[in-house]
T-cell receptor, first 112, second 115 residues
Framework: QKEVEQDPGPLSVPEGAIVSLNCTYS??????FMWYRQYSRKGPELLMY????GNKEDGRFTAQVDKSSKYISLFIRDSQPSDSATYLC????????????FGAGTRLFVKA | DTGVSQDPRHKITKRGQNVTFRCDPI?????LYWYRQTLGQGPEFLTY????????KSRLLSDRFSAERPKGSFSTLEIQRTEQGDSAMYLC?????????????FGPGTRLTVL
């Protein structure tokens, strides 16, 4: 079993839809949770960075962390064609190693 | 441009050849990471540096791989005797190294193709 599980999709939605992306994990030591956006043939770009449980909102993006369920989510409101990309969840433990584990990524297509 | 830069962006080589990639992190960042990403997968951690010290290496980093960060600034990743399975995107990231706020910023990557 992988430490971080993420549905690879693809996920196709119409413009303006609310998108929900999710990851589950098995390592209870994870404390830091990130979402990255990656366009084709580019490096990942950090979207959201959260510590421990709770919600964080930034513009159209909301990140949720539920440590009791080992489940994290990213919501995108009013999705745009420019949001079409691969979304990677990532997480790391507070053990001093700072090794970050990534999910496989979910490919999102937003249709105009 | 003050982001992370990587050179070259693309490298095509024949099996058995050695290749070296360079990463220039954001100037004030003291942590530097190397990752490998294959098609349809997320980045896989290879190694990271705190200043010039290499503090952690993944078991993915075989004896053919070596990374250096000699002056705590730029870093190089060398792959010796390349194999077709080494074909991947090699990503570099840097961070400030502050506990509780250690955001990693990625470069554009070096795409390696081994023929």
């Amino acid at each position: 079993q992988k430490e971080v599980e993420q549905d690879p999709g693809p996920l196709s939605v119409p413009e303006g839809a609310i998108v929900s992306l999710n990851c589950t994990y098995s390592n209870s030591a994870f404390q830091y949770f990130m979402w990255y956006r990656q366009y084709s043939r580019k490096g990942p770009e950090l979207l959201m960075y959260t510590y421990s449980s709770g919600n964080k909102e930034d513009g159209r993006f909301t990140a949720q962390v539920d440590k009791s369920s080992k489940y994290i989510s990213l919501f995108i409101r009013d999705s745009q064609p420019s949001d079409s990309a691969t979304y990677l969840c990532a997480m790391s433990a507070n053990t001093g190693g700072f090794k970050t584990i990534f999910g496989a990524g979910t490919r999102l297509f937003v249709k105009a | 441009d003050t982001g992370v830069s990587q050179d070259p962006r693309h490298k095509i080589t024949k099996r058995g050849q050695n290749v070296t990639f360079r990463c220039d992190p954001i100037s004030e960042h003291n942590r530097l990471y190397w990752y490998r990403q294959t098609l349809g997968q997320g980045p896989e951690f290879l190694t990271y540096f705190q200043n010039e010290a290499q503090l952690e290496k993944s078991r993915l980093l075989s004896d053919r791989f070596s990374a250096e960060r000699p002056k705590g600034s730029f870093s190089t990743l060398e792959i010796q005797r390349t194999e077709q399975g080494d074909s991947a995107m090699y990503l570099c990231a840097s961070s400030l190294g502050v506990i509780g706020d250690d955001e990693q910023f990625f470069g554009p990557g070096t795409r390696l193709t081994v023929l």
